[in-house]
């Protein structure tokens, strides 16, 4: 039962109606201030005045009950998917949706939910008048005036007493709070019997110490963080093998296959594939084969490919493979950088071996160090070799698109930039790393930092783009913070970077077809020519031949008479060849005279005795 009370009041008992008008300030009171109350005036310092809306008691308490706390942690799975469905799969989520768009209660379920989402949408999309929505800067900042520079962080250096090589840096996939380091001794039988073989993982907020030690039979060459469970890495050893570890079981690693299923030099590079499972990966080596794994089963390779350029799968033809690429939105691509300076573009979902291999570039007078295509756009890639870096459009594979100037020290590794799409990091022998901004100038680097005295021998960037570790001979990683225009995307930099690639792409496309019509011209003139005109020039070329040939008889015969002329001083003996040309019955008539004559001339008794000696003196 609701009980309902109207209260009523006249309206003549309100009140006069409030009228409000801008008028001017009126002054109604004025005190003048009065100079004797200042005698009663109590100067304190300091002045603290406790102001409480309760009373003010001499003594009292107060008794509540203890709050019980307890932690409890929740794992939260995107879109409240069911445990057998991954999130990351699209193919997943597809399948289950399809199933649940078929239950009879779906329809009833979004017809419920329907009214409340809208609500929240209303409330969401509900405009405050009072906000300002201007006074923020744009997501895509201006260029940054500051000065371009990079200043080191932190050094991680090997704890061991005979140090190491860096060989591979990986960063931590969840945030980048850790760094796998690969330490390897990468000269040849330079290693000594007392060198350690662990690899390290290091915290960032703990760089004194190694935050886990990763122990293999042999040192490891490259180790690589796998991106769907960063508990796993996958790392190939010095002798050939490749193994994964789990750090949530210790220091040893959980699997490595037997040696003879492995590669036969040491393993350059290992990179994860992105599958469903997450548990693939692929490995090159300077024994000219690609491997592909499946740690969930690894006693022998899932598959294999011979670097044998002429397509026959002859092992002893295979170029080595030093560096290796693979892009997640291009799964069937990938590219291998070999020792002859080749990069080789592969297909794996060919059918045969043969067509595997795509197409091939060729650029570099040594091994292709570091592959890595442009996190922006993935047509163009960057290499590293000799002593430049190039960059290349898959379009092309005559030419680079831009090449770097050549160094006097050795280019040993490189990157790109993770945030910017013409910016990219190389390191030389030199220990200097050089950064490229490729929309500011091609000809010399934006700025270069002088790491270390040793030789920088590998580089990576966090995914934020903020930092960047470069390792050296000496063991030591160095962390570097850059300065915010080297990370920042400035306003129209994708724009200018893709005017600027598409533009040398077609310079180097009319560069191509310019030079094969010239060899095409060359080839119909010489196939054009008249048959009479052909002898002619034949003759005129086969004179030319004869003078130049006889010019260099004699140049060779006088050269040879002045070096007998010196020995026979030197050694004061007589030359058994001038008293034989002394005689005039074995003198040079019978033997050189009548081929002087042939061509038309009697020859001089000097020119005799020079064609005398050529034809005695190696009897």
């Not at 220091?251 to 499972?277: F, G």
């Not at 790109?416 to 100038?441: E, H, I």
């Not at 004699?554 to 030197?570: D, G, N, P, S, V």
């Amino acid at each position: 039962m609701e009980i309902v009370y109207v209260y009523t009041k006249i309206r003549n008992e309100f009140g006069r109606q409030c009228n409000f008008s801008d008028r001017p300030a009126e002054l109604h009171v004025d005190i003048i201030p009065d100079p004797k109350l200042s005698e009663y005036f109590i100067n304190r310092n300091p002045c603290d005045v406790a102001v409480q809306c309760s009373k003010v008691l001499s003594e009292h308490e107060a008794n509540t009950v203890r709050f019980q706390t307890e932690n409890r942690g929740i794992n939260h799975v995107e879109g409240g998917w069911p445990k057998d469905v991954n999130p990351m799969e699209l193919e997943h989520t597809i399948r289950y949706r399809k199933k649940v768009e078929k239950d009879e209660n779906y329809i009833n379920t979004i017809m419920q939910l329907g009214g409340l989402m809208e609500h929240c949408i209303k409330q969401n999309n509900a405009i405050n008048i009072y906000q300002e929505y201007f006074d923020e800067e744009d997501d895509i900042m201006d260029t940054v005036q500051e000065a371009l520079s990079a200043k080191t962080t932190n050094v991680f250096r090997d704890p061991n007493r005979i140090k190491r090589t860096v060989s591979h840096l990986s960063w931590h996939p969840d945030g980048a709070r850790k760094l796998a380091i690969a330490y390897c001794c990468l000269e040849f039988q330079r290693g000594s019997p007392e060198m350690s073989l662990d690899s390290y993982i290091w915290d960032l907020e703990h760089p004194s110490k190694p935050d886990m030690a990763l122990k293999p039979f042999t040192p490891l060459v490259c180790l690589e963080y796998n991106p769907k469970d960063p508990h796993i890495l996958a790392g190939g050893c010095y002798n050939g093998q490749i193994g994964y570890w789990d750090t949530r079981k210790g220091s040893q690693a959980v699997e490595m296959p037997a040696i003879e299923h492995c590669h036969r030099d040491p393993v350059y590079k290992v990179i994860w594939l992105q599958s469903k499972t997450g548990t693939d990966c692929f490995s090159t080596s300077t024994d000219g084969q690609v491997l592909w794994w499946d740690i969930r089963k690894m006693s022998e390779p899932v598959e294999r490919l011979i670097l044998d350029t002429s397509k026959k799968e002859d092992l002893d033809n295979a170029l080595g493979g030093i560096s290796l690429e693979f892009e997640t939105t291009m799964p069937t691509k990938f590219m291998v950088g070999t020792e002859a300076g080749l990069i080789i573009l592969g297909n794996r979902k060919a059918k045969t071996p043969s067509e595997k291999i795509m197409g091939i570039f060729s650029g570099h007078h040594g091994p292709v160090y570091a592959l890595q295509r442009n996190p922006f756009f993935p047509k163009n890639f960057l290499s590293i070799g000799d002593w430049t870096a190039r960059v290349w459009s898959e379009d092309i594979k005559d030419a680079s698109i831009l090449c770097t100037k050549y160094h006097l020290s050795n280019l040993t590794d490189g990157c790109w930039s993770t945030m910017k799409a013409s910016v990219f990091f190389t390191t030389k022998m030199d220990g200097t790393l050089d950064v490229w901004d490729l929309s500011f100038k091609h000809n010399d680097p934006t700025l270069s930092i002088k790491v270390c005295d040793n030789p920088l021998y590998s580089i990576r960037m966090q995914d934020n783009g903020q930092y960047i570790v470069c390792g050296s001979h000496d063991g030591s990683a160095t962390l570097l913070e850059l300065s915010a225009g080297l990370y920042t995307l400035d306003k129209y930099e994708k724009s200018l970077a893709v005017a600027m690639y598409d533009r040398e792409t077609k310079r180097e496309k009319i560069l191509e077809s310019r030079h094969r019509e010239m060899r095409l011209k060359e080839r119909a003139k010489t196939e054009g020519k008249d048959e009479e005109q052909q002898p002619r020039e034949g003759v005129a070329a086969s004179q030319q031949e004869i003078e130049q040939v006889e010019e260099d008889f004699f140049e060779t015969i006088k050269a040879e008479k002045t070096r007998l002329m010196k020995r026979k001083k030197k050694q004061d003996v007589r030359c058994p060849k001038a008293e034989i040309w002394g005689s005039r019955a074995g003198g040079w008539d019978q033997e050189v005279g009548g081929a002087l004559e042939g061509r038309g001339r009697r020859a001089t008794e000097g020119e005799g005795y020079e064609m005398f000696l050529q034809l005695r003196l190696f009897e």
